[in-house]
């Protein structure tokens, strides 16, 4: 189909009605067909805007001013909003938050997913949407001779300042209040990204919703750490349930926060959380959900999706540090773990002790690679987990799955879209999709977990 070429000029100036929201929270609006994507506007408003940038195809706009409301709309809670890139839906209420995301769901499934005779089921909300990010990570800058962290500013590299975070734990805002101060006090100088100069890049702070254990993390350009001994007496004497302070060495010119190398600075390598009844091991480099409430309610309908009873073999591709493996191993004969990344597992078969579980058993590698192996050997399974990471399953996976043909597949996915195309591809190749639960994990961005449940066709 031919791109649509723009029916507006730049800069012009236009009245619109907005009939949908991005997969990133901008709202759309079309001009002859023509997309116009606008940040701050929302579903069923009208208002005039100003086109900034057209390309073939689509293009965007800025809203200059409103003349209809939705009746979801609200007055942020966050003074810093409107400049943080952290959140993009608080000026969309709650409910119209998850009547968004089901949406969002629905259309990629239908789309991309040809799937239209799937069970859907609404989003399961948060029974609050605030303060549960037990994860705080903010990039350090420096501002008029002082020390700033927060979020990065929409669409820049540039540091927002920020004193509290309205979907972090106040525990996270109070430990990087703290922490920027001692810094500060001590001369601690933050790097400087243009000049790839300075120390300090990123300060990381974990909390065990359960436990009330701190972790504090610095992300330092070098190892040299100056006045190190004088900022870690302070933050463990001004810092409630700090148990671990960790120092992370990343070197490199590059956007990724975390370097390879990680070094304990003062008390435990790790701090504990529970999910359920279940406790977790987490280290710094560790990947663990950031709202463990909402991570239950995922959890628990992955596992009833599972359908165990006892007597069936899972294998777990992506499986992390076992957070979903040590959930199905409650009630399945074995558990098969494997995951790409060693730490990872090294958690996984840690946290699998801590609980006293014995029929897991984790290996490292590429879920793509090692499970068509263990198929080439007679393993076969009769549920397979996966839990991906944003781009879905690798195309060779996907292929075991359909060989190996377990009788169950539970698909666990941060991106609606690749979980659409990858649904797709199991279908064609003998699965039929039952249904949907798609859960807030992300109240206030834009972001939808889902978990779907196929079956394997009797042919």
Not at 101 to 111: F, L, N, P
Not at 169 to 183: G, L, Y
Not at 373 to 385: F, I, P, R
């Amino acid at each position: 189909m031919a791109k649509i070429p723009a029916p507006v000029q730049k800069n012009e100036i236009i009245d619109v009605e907005f009939e949908d929201l991005t997969h990133d929270g901008q709202a759309v609006a079309k001009i002859e067909g023509y997309p116009l994507f606008v940040a701050g506007a929302l579903p069923g408003e009208r208002g005039r805007i100003q086109a900034t940038k057209l390309n073939k195809g689509y293009g965007f706009g800025r809203l200059i001013e409103l003349q209809k409301t939705s009746p979801f709309r609200q007055n942020p809670e966050c003074p810093i909003y409107s400049q943080c890139g952290g959140c993009q839906l608080q000026h969309l209420s709650y409910e119209g938050q998850l009547e968004a995301k089901g949406k969002q769901v629905r259309d990629v499934m239908e789309r991309i997913g040809k799937l239209k005779d799937v069970t859907i089921h609404p989003v399961l909300g948060a029974n609050n949407p605030w303060r549960y990010r037990n994860k705080a990570q903010v990039p350090v800058g420096e501002e008029n001779g002082g020390l700033v962290a927060g979020f990065y500013q929409k669409r820049s590299h540039s540091i927002i300042n920020m004193e509290q975070c309205l979907i972090q734990q106040e525990k996270s805002d109070e430990v990087i209040r703290k922490v920027k101060a001692i810094c500060q006090r001590y001369g601690v100088k933050a790097y400087d990204e243009s000049k790839h100069k300075g120390t300090l890049r990123h300060i990381m702070a974990r909390c065990g919703k359960a436990t009330g254990e701190v972790m504090v993390v610095f992300v330092t350009r070098t190892e040299d750490f100056p006045h190190k001994k004088e900022v870690i007496k302070e933050i463990t004497e001004q810092i409630d349930g700090i148990t671990s302070i960790i120092q992370n060495i990343n070197p490199k010119k590059t956007n990724v926060i975390l370097g390879d190398t990680t070094k304990v600075l003062w008390g435990n390598e790790v701090i504990y959380d529970y999910i359920g009844h279940i406790q977790f091991a987490i280290s710094a480099r560790s990947f663990y959900q950031v709202n463990p409430e909402q991570t239950k309610v995922l959890y628990d309908k992955a596992l009833e999706y599972a359908g165990l009873t006892g007597e069936e073999n899972v294998i777990d591709a992506y499986c992390g540090i076992g957070t979903i493996s040590l959930f199905l191993a409650q009630k399945a004969k074995k558990v098969y773990g494997v995951e790409i990344v060693p730490e990872a597992i090294e958690d996984a078969k840690r946290n699998a002790r801590l609980n006293g579980i014995t029929n897991v058993e984790f290996s490292v590698g590429k879920a793509e690679m090692v499970i068509p192996h263990w198929y080439k050997q007679g393993m076969t399974a009769d549920v397979l987990v996966v839990d991906p990471p944003r781009k879905g399953c690798d195309e060779a996976l996907l292929q075991t799955i359909m060989e190996m043909k377990p009788k169950r597949v539970v698909y666990v996915s941060c991106n609606p879209s690749t979980l659409a195309r990858d649904l797709r591809v199991l279908e064609d190749g003998g699965y039929k999709t039952l249904e949907i639960q798609p859960v807030d994990m992300f109240p206030m961005t834009t972001h939808v977990e889902c978990v779907a449940l196929m079956t394997r066709m009797e042919k």
